[in-house]
């Protein structure tokens, strides 16, 4: 089951948690006061950079019956989108451009290129979304209304689909975020007003219809005679985007290592707690310059959700210090190649659509989905592995007790095969510290 009491899960006290706020705090404080006008010129050459690439793809798919030119403007035109939705869009949205008092590049005026108005992603995203990030039953982003990504959700035969929903989410990206904000669930079950519902959803289709309008009519019929291999060109770009944002995306929330929560953790949380549920309820993967720059600086998932308003081409900095304050707390930082972290996700959706009495793992220790019960239930693993060492001084926590459960995974069948019968948890952890 999800993480109901966060301090006992990362072996941390209220001390040490209310430490840790008081670093992050200094952290943002640091890189807050020292934004200037290298960052301010980041974000106008990325636009420039954006808008130089759409129109320039745009240009060349005049000539999209020519097969060159129609791979070249489909490919220009997809990383166009990708990158005006990514390291543009989704960030200026956020607020993180919000300082330069510029009123083109800012939060209350941007409207991205997405089926998903900018007003509706404020809410679901900045606010229910990082509010309540990975807190089971609260955030919208847990499977999307669709998926089943956690083992709290009860298997229904519905989730046999789980590999093909995600797969047409992908490729459907922007119309799933489109209509998250509708909560087609809540509207089916009678629990949404039907006032607010028809308001909120005739601004969707507004914005839909807009958008079918930009990329299926108006710029394909620019081009004239090449106004069908335009259309598909334009199709394709939309579908590149919608399949790269769903895996960046996907990549820093559902890999393992990504810890889910239950409402009770959150209800109780301080802010200090908040920034702990952000460091373990998220994951970064490794990208190089490119890399970065594509997913928007999203590789740094961890750093984002700590410091949603923070400029995205700040988060590399910030990444070193975090990390540090992870080995210092001895925290997980989940991380690990973009192919690695995404086929997680891929393994966790398709093996939860299977009921849970075909899965190996228990609902407190698995891959996916764990618990402070997991330590409950290994004998005294917590207890273990808290503090200081009293050896090296460095301090012992959720880091060590999580290696523990691997060595303890091995070391429990060789006590059972040498003394002819299953060991006694106090006989694990004793073998488990000899070890």
């Known amino acids: 089951m999800a993480i109901t009491d966060i301090k006992e899960y990362a072996h941390l006290t209220t001390e040490d948690v209310e430490a840790l706020g008081r670093e992050l705090d200094q952290i943002r404080a640091e890189f807050e006061e020292s934004l200037g006008e290298s960052d301010a010129r980041y974000i106008r050459n990325t636009i420039r950079f954006q808008r130089s690439l759409e129109f320039g793809s745009r240009a060349v798919l005049f000539a999209s019956w020519f097969p060159p030119a129609w791979v070249l403007g489909t490919v220009g035109l997809g990383v166009a989108k990708i990158v005006e939705n990514m390291e543009i869009g989704h960030n200026v949205i956020h607020g993180q451009w919000d300082w330069m008092n510029d ?183 490794k990208a190089g310059p490119i890399m970065r720059f594509m997913s928007g600086n999203l590789c740094y998932q961890i750093e984002h959700h700590l410091f949603p308003d923070m400029p995205s081409n700040r988060l590399k900095d910030i990444a070193a210090r975090v990390e540090a304050l992870a080995d210092k707390y001895d925290l997980p930082y989940t991380t690990g190649s973009f192919p690695k972290m995404y086929l997680q996700t891929w393994r966790t959706i398709a093996k939860l659509a299977l009921p849970d009495r075909y899965l190996t793992a228990t609902r407190d220790d698995a891959p996916e989905t764990n618990s402070e019960l997991k330590f409950r239930i290994r004998g005294g693993l917590k207890d273990t592995f808290a503090g200081i060492d009293p050896v090296t001084g460095a301090r012992r926590g959720l880091r060590s007790a999580m290696n523990a459960t691997k060595k303890q995974r091995g070391i429990v069948p060789a006590i059972r095969k040498l003394i002819g019968r299953p060991a006694t948890p106090a006989e694990s952890v004793r073998a488990l510290q000899a070890a």
């Open 103 to 285: 009123p083109e590049i800012h939060s209350s005026t941007w409207e991205w290129d997405i089926s998903d108005p900018a007003a509706h992603w404020k809410q679901t995203h900045n606010h229910m979304h990082h509010k309540y990030t990975n807190v089971v039953g609260l955030d919208p982003d847990v499977g999307y209304g669709l998926l089943r990504v956690t083992r709290d959700n009860r298997w229904t035969p519905f989730n046999l689909g789980n590999p093909i929903y995600n797969f047409i989410l992908a490729a459907l990206f922007e119309y799933g975020v489109a209509i998250q904000h509708l909560e087609l669930g809540k509207v089916a079950a009678g629990k949404k007003d039907r006032e607010e519902f028809e308001e909120l959803r005739a601004e969707v289709l507004k914005k839909i219809a807009k958008q079918i309008g930009k990329d299926y009519v108006l710029f394909p019929a620019l081009t004239g005679p090449a106004f069908l291999t335009t259309l598909a060109a334009n199709f394709t770009a939309n579908v590149i985007r919608n399949f790269w944002s769903n895996a960046i995306i996907f990549c820093g929330h559902f890999p393992d290592g990504a810890e889910k929560f239950t409402k009770e953790q959150y209800r109780n949380e301080t802010p200090a707690e908040w920034y702990l549920r952000q460091m373990l309820g998220s994951a970064n993967f």
